[in-house]
């Protein structure tokens, strides 16, 4: 055959994700809690600056780095909630999503063979992201009795000292955990002595319900071996503008750059014109739909605790992480529970190996949705 | 946000959420959520618990409009006076004291234009301070005390994403 398909391509399994989509999909009467996007819309302001956008025909690429507007705009915006200090010119790119981001930043970086540690469980992306750029993944599992927070003896026993990245996401998709400052600072000293580069998807960062986010750049002599990645999915309810951004010193940005320039050219300028006026004017959305979430947060963990399941208490995002209540196998319970109670909640092991005996459960679905799942996953568990 | 903020924009978002639910979603408990339910109703905070109706989708006939109404003052009868004596009426759904071009404006219900007319022309025009009336009949209502009725907006997500 003349298109034989690349070896890392081959390598790389389809997502779990995706065959438990295809069992939802096969019945109508689903109540999904398997949605890793927002049920808001974008605030409108930003709909609305998309559309007057595209009224005055702004429909030509922008710069590859990104709109230099918008780019001052994060700046000023990560500067005042993450104490993080980027110059607009040369250390921000702003990208199709952070998927993209993270993406054009192995490919950047990874040489063939280089190790990547990623922490996990992890957003499906990471590992097959790796794999495409040539390097090798190494899977560094957390433990719910660290309350799925990365550790140095983690890393330690999972052999990282020897990898050349480290790729972690906090508040994290897909347990919920977060990391404060001070349970940053072991890491950050490990990296520092190991000379690891650090990967932080912080697409997350705003959806935290306890703490405030801290970046991992901002401990000391991260800063100049981190990139950070952001963007307006998440907190804006943006997911299918796909504008994210990658933030980092300017050689490193400019690297990352290169790979953009040449798959990606710029991000989508209507998305761009979108996520600037998120920025300007829509924190009040978004400190609303931060309160809903937290609503619901408390009365899924509330829940989960009254029918005796085991889930430790998720802090950020809007996953809970619950252990699977029955001998089975997470993929086995959630089939189990789709076909019976017509509820969709992924299987942990989707995530990687350590997810296995959990179940990611969204609460990004209205909470009358959310208290009829959970009285049919009480239903299951007790029929 | 205090715990009393959080619940009264639980409540204002569904009034049916159960004791149990609110405790879930505030993290008090539920005997604390009672006690404050309880302050809230009796310092008149929360004043009554409704149903948002969209009564275009029942067989029954409600005839809204939307009154304006201008009044005279004079040194025995104030703007709470003349309420008083509107709000009075059960048709009267709504009254409120407005700035502008007039003083009042009223929310009235009948079963019929002709039944919301005639309460106009021999109820609220003939109270002595009144000196104006501007019906404005209801045709259709799409949006009641920040609920969009008729909004019939599929979940369009992916069932599971990442």
């Known amino acids: 055959m003349g298109l034989e398909t690349a070896d890392r391509v081959r390598a790389v399994p389809p997502s779990g994700i995706r065959r438990f989509f295809e069992l939802a999909e096969e019945r109508d009467d689903v109540i999904s809690l398997g949605v890793g996007e927002p049920d808001f819309s974008a605030p409108w302001a930003a709909r609305d600056a998309a559309i007057d956008s595209l009224e005055r025909g702004r429909t030509s690429y ?19 909630r993450y104490d993080l200090d980027y110059g607009p010119d040369e250390e921000i790119l702003v990208t199709t999503g952070v998927s993209e981001a993270v993406d054009a930043a192995l490919r950047a970086l990874v040489d063939p063979g280089d190790t990547v540690a990623v922490v996990e469980p992890a957003y499906i992306s990471y590992v097959p992201g790796v794999i495409f750029a040539g390097g090798e993944p ?37 347990t919920g955990a977060v990391m404060t400052g001070e349970e940053l600072e072991p890491v950050a000293e490990f990296c520092r002595e190991h000379d690891l580069g650090v990967l932080s998807d912080e697409i997350y960062a705003e959806l935290q319900y306890e703490n405030e986010h801290t970046s991992i750049a901002t401990l000391p002599g991260m800063r100049e071996r981190t990139v950070v990645f952001n963007g307006f999915s998440k907190a804006y309810a943006m997911t299918g503008l796909r504008l994210g951004y990658a933030m980092a010193p300017p050689e490193v940005v400019t690297a990352i750059n290169r790979v953009h320039q040449y798959g990606m050219l710029s991000a989508p300028t209507t998305a761009q014109y979108a996520a600037l006026e998120a920025l300007r004017s829509c924190d009040d959305e978004v400190e609303a739909m931060v309160d809903e979430y937290d609503r619901r947060r408390r009365f899924v963990l509330s829940r989960f605790d009254e029918m005796g399941v085991d889930c430790f208490r998720a802090r950020g995002a809007f996953y809970v992480f619950p252990e699977v209540p029955t001998d089975e196998s997470a ?20 995530f990687g190996d350590g997810g296995e005996g959990h179940l990611r459960v969204s609460y990004a679905t209205g909470l009358d949705d959310l208290r009829e799942a959970m009285d049919r996953f009480e239903a299951y568990i007790s029929g | 946000m205090t715990a ?34 309880a302050a809230l109703e009796e310092e008149g905070v929360v004043a009554g618990y409704q149903a948002i109706v969209d009564w275009e989708r029942t067989d029954r006939e409600v005839v809204r409009a939307t009154v304006e109404l201008n009044v005279t003052l004079d040194r025995e009868t104030g703007y709470g006076d003349i309420a008083e004596r509107l709000a009075r009426f059960p048709q009267v759904k709504t009254l409120r004291l407005v700035s502008g071009d007039y003083d009042f404006l009223m929310e ?14 021999e109820k609220v025009a003939p109270v002595p301070e009144v ?4 019906t404005h009949y209801v045709m259709t209502t799409y949006k009641d005390r920040g609920v969009v009725l008729d909004d019939d907006d599929e979940d369009d997500r992916l069932s599971v994403s990442p």
């Open chain 2, 131 to 134: 000196t104006q009336t501007v």
């Open chain 1, 331 to 350: 993929e086995a319970f959630a089939e189990g529970l789709l076909k019976e109670q017509g509820v969709a909640m992924v299987p942990g092991d989707a």
């Open chain 2, 4 to 37: 009393r903020d959080d619940l009264l924009d639980l409540l204002v978002e569904d009034a049916r959420h159960t004791t149990a639910d609110l405790a879930r979603m505030t993290d008090l408990t539920e005997n604390e959520v009672e006690a404050a339910l």
């Open chain 1, 62 to 80: 922008t710069s590859n780095r990104g709109l230099l507007e918008l780019r001052e705009a994060i700046s000023g915006h990560v500067d005042d």
């Open chain 2, 108 to 121: 009235v219900e009948g079963s019929s234009m002709h039944d919301v007319s005639i309460f106009i022309s």
């Open chain 1, 138 to 174: 190494l899977r560094v599992p957390t433990r719910e009795a660290d309350e799925f927070k990365l550790t140095p003896e983690a890393l330690e026993s999972a052999g990282a000292a020897d990898a050349d990245l480290l790729m972690l996401c906090y508040p994290n998709n897909p």
